[in-house]
């Protein structure tokens, strides 16, 4: 359904404190490139409880779509993760264009969704 849309999904957890700290720029990039066809949804660990990654969404105003991964499904669509956070940028045409192991660094993560941005549908 986001396929024509530049992509971010973001594996977190609550536990993660680089996790955590990195949410609230992928927000900020969310609301900043949303308008030009970039989405973003941040996908919390399977161990993770529901309640609390709802209470941790809540309290960080999260503007995007936040999914619990309860089975492990959508991190094995990814290949299956080493840690979190672990992010992936989707171009328009639904391809991986970057894996970014770690935290975010949103100046890099900017200049290549406006290159993505850019590209056609």
């Known amino acids: 359904s986001l396929r024509g849309k530049v992509v971010l999904v973001n594996f977190w957890a609550t536990t993660c ?8 720029g992928i927000a900020q ?8 066809g970039f989405e973003a949804v941040a996908v919390a660990m399977s161990y ?18 936040v999914s619990l991964d309860l089975k492990g499904e ?17 171009d328009r045409q639904g391809n991986i264009a970057r894996r ?3 935290e975010i ?6 200049s290549l969704i406006e290159a993505k941005l850019k590209e056609p549908i």
């Open 48 to 65: 993770d409880p529901p309640n609390r990654v709802v209470e941790f969404s809540e309290k960080l105003a999260l503007p995007m779509p």
């Open 100 to 102: 970014i192991d770690g």
């Open 105 to 110: 660094q949103f100046g890099p993560l900017h």
């Open 17 to 24: 404190e680089p996790c955590v700290r990195e949410l609230p």
């Open 74 to 90: 959508i991190e094995k669509q990814f290949g299956g993760l080493k840690f979190v956070p672990t992010s992936f940028l989707i």
């Open 29 to 36: 990039a969310w609301r900043r490139f949303g308008p030009q």
